[in-house]
């Protein structure tokens, strides 16, 4: 009887477990009740999202560090309510002596920001009105927009690039990486309304997918590389060389564009005073660009999905002198081709994927702008972190602004699993721990313990780093080990067909996976997501039973981890033994953790891994 009835405990408080919800703000409480969004995690039938067409014009004469634009936007409402008023971000701002920045800046930081030179709403000149140093602007529309009619905008700008290079700017006097330099309209969504968050330089962005054409003129013999498409490479470039990056889209072989002979020679681009290169990109929620005329260029491609064959191009631009960017379209097709058909494994959505040499480390739509590295191996990894961004936020249109855990938090885990593969686990596991947990796993604190849904731009320091990249990484990998890959992989790759191109936040995450795994997983997400949890066990005792040993493990810090076993046997011989984090579903503080053997145990330590244990001294039980 007593046994039927800590069963029957046992099962109720599994069923209470299970049917926990989770904490929803009143504001996303409210696209649940409005069915924009699905309790089951689909898109709700009243789903909608705002697209603009930006037709972009841009003029660079390098070394002059100005750069002047002209663009025509149509953005188009889909929103059940009339548009009054539009948000335009002017992400440059952050340049302005007195923008707010969470990280300090120097004079050669500083710039006067975008300067608007002219404005039109539906072709009538509007003063644009006062800015100040911020990163956006809300400008008041003389008529509304109602749903399902546009408003075109027009505007003429300039702006300096920075002498300091950050996530763009100047990479020498005769090379700049053009990003954020075209004024565009925020998001508005179901959740939150108009996005009216300032950039700081530290939470990233929050995009809509948009359709983009954009000419960049430049002088003869400077290049340009960017997000999209080149529509005209016949025209600006000479013969031999567009020959050679033509056959690129069809070839394994690496092929050396233009090398620092070419350079020298002069010859490369159509001998105009200036050539204005046309970039197409559809449905992207950014582009950016960088421009040189003293970067070699290589380029190849790699089949990204063997069921239709499409190929994806892989392309790099950098100095000759940097010795492991001459490995960096190797890096790219391994990389596109390993994310296609491993983790995420879902082909890579885009047509081609260019990292240029500058300063950043940093992600954009089919480019990357990384920093040299005098190690290989490291110069592979950030490439491989920053083109794992092509799934999220890319594909997956994540708000960054506040949920980073699902931008940096997938893409640190696609990161830390092609790195398993590139470079085996023990090494994996060190640059893990080094870089994404140590910090935060060994001295939990006020700030990096706040929950990881903490809307991310409140936080600043370790507490956003941590909430970002380590903590969610290491709850997705958790989850990967406890549903095993074939089940999690389903939910990864349903919950991306069911979001990407659109803008899913965390609820719909969490629902998705519960959904497809046919088991409500709110247990775990309120673990990892909703907690002040860290990482530390410790080994209460162990106790022989009928057929073995019972382990009681204690979860001092909270989190639901894997644990393995080392265990140690009279006999001298030894075994490692894995349990997941499902030994925590029925109580999160305390585990009896059932070990099946004949033979006497002397030793066991717990060895946590990835999942760094706070206190390692609780760690291991012996036989006294
Ligand atoms: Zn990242």
């Known amino acids: 009887m007593k046994k039927v009835m800590t069963l029957i405990f046992i099962l109720m408080l599994q069923i209470s477990y299970a049917q926990q919800g989770l904490f929803m703000p009143q504001n996303i409480k409210q696209a649940f009740e409005k069915n924009t969004r699905n309790e089951d995690g689909k898109p709700g039938k009243n789903y909608w999202q705002n697209y603009g067409r930006y037709s972009i014009n841009i003029i660079a004469s390098p070394p002059n560090k100005t750069i002047t634009g002209t663009e025509t936007i149509s953005y188009i409402n889909n929103s059940p309510g009339t548009i009054k008023n539009l948000m335009i971000k ?9 923008a707010a920045r969470q990280s300090s800046a120097t004079d050669n930081y500083l710039t006067e920001g975008i300067i608007i030179d002219k404005f039109m709403v ?66 508005m969504d179901d959740v939150f309304g108009w996005d009216r968050m300032n950039f700081t330089d530290a939470q990233e962005f929050y995009n809509d997918f948009n359709d983009y054409d954009v000419a960049v ?18 025209q600006v470039l000479q013969p031999a060389f567009f020959e050679k990056f033509n056959k690129s889209f069809t070839s394994d072989e690496e092929i050396n564009i233009v090398t620092q002979q070419d350079i020298e020679a002069k010859n490369i681009t159509t001998q105009n005073p200036t050539n204005t290169w046309r970039w197409r990109a559809k449905n992207v929620s950014d582009v950016a660009f960088c421009i040189s005329n003293h970067y070699v260029w ?14 994806a191009s892989c392309q790099s631009a950098y100095l000759n002198s940097s010795k492991n960017f001459h490995n960096q379209v190797k890096h790219i097709q391994h990389s596109l081709d390993w994310f296609s058909n491993n983790w995420p494994g879902v082909p890579y959505p885009f047509q081609k994927s260019t990292i240029i040499q500058g300063f950043a480390d940093m992600e954009y739509p089919m480019m990357a702008n990384d920093s040299p590295q005098g190690d290989d191996l490291f110069q592979r990894f950030i490439a491989e972190h920053e083109i794992a961004h092509s799934y999220f936020p890319f594909y997956m249109g994540i708000n960054e602004h506040r949920y980073g855990c699902m931008d940096e938090g997938w893409t640190t885990a696609f990161e830390y699993l092609i790195g398993i593969n590139d470079m085996g686990k023990e090494k994996a596991n060190s640059f893990f721990k080094q870089f994404r947990v140590a910090g935060w796993a060994l001295y939990p604190s006020d700030e990096t313990q706040v929950p990881i849904i903490t809307p991310l731009n409140i936080l600043s ?4 780093g941590i909430n970002e990249y380590g903590k969610p990484a290491l709850a997705y990998l958790a989850l990967k080990d406890m549903l095993g890959d074939d089940l999690f992989k389903k939910c990864l790759h349903e919950f991306m067909d069911r979001w990407n191109g659109k803008h899913p936040i965390p609820w719909d995450m969490f629902n998705s996976f519960s959904n497809i795994a046919g088991k409500n997983l709110n247990w775990f997400w309120n673990n990892w997501f909703f907690s002040s949890n860290y990482l530390d066990v410790a080994v209460q005792n162990v106790v022989a039973g009928k057929s073995g040993y019972n382990i009681t493990l204690k979860n001092i810090g909270g989190f639901a981890i894997p644990v393995d076993f080392e265990i140690e046997f009279s006999d001298g011989s030894k075994m490692n033994q894995h349990f997941t984090a499902a030994i925590w579903e029925v109580n999160q503080s305390k585990a009896i953790i059932p070990l099946k053997t004949t033979k006497k ?24």
């Open 90 to 98: 002017l992400i440059l701002n952050i340049h302005k002596p007195g």
């Open 122 to 187: 539906n072709h009538d000149e509007k003063p644009f009105g006062y800015v100040g140093a911020n990163t956006m602007k809300q400008v008041r529309l003389n008529e509304g927009v109602v749903p399902g009619d546009s408003v075109q905008l027009n505007f003429e700008w300039h702006y300096d690039v920075s002498q300091q290079s950050g996530r763009e700017g100047r990479l020498d006097s005769t090379s700049f990486f053009l990003a954020y330099f075209y004024p565009r309209v925020a998001v």
């Open 217 to 234: 003129t430049v002088p003869e013999n400077y290049l340009v590389w960017g997000t999209g498409d080149l529509t005209n490479a016949a």
């Open 298 to 311: 290589d380029a190849a491609s790699v089949v990204v999905d063997k069921k239709t064959g499409r190929r």
């Open 461 to 464: 320091g370790p507490a956003m």
């Open 601 to 624: 145990i002397t030793s066991l330590k717990v060895d946590g891994g990835i999942f760094m244990d706070a206190n390692e001294n609780d760690n291991v039980w012996e036989r006294q």
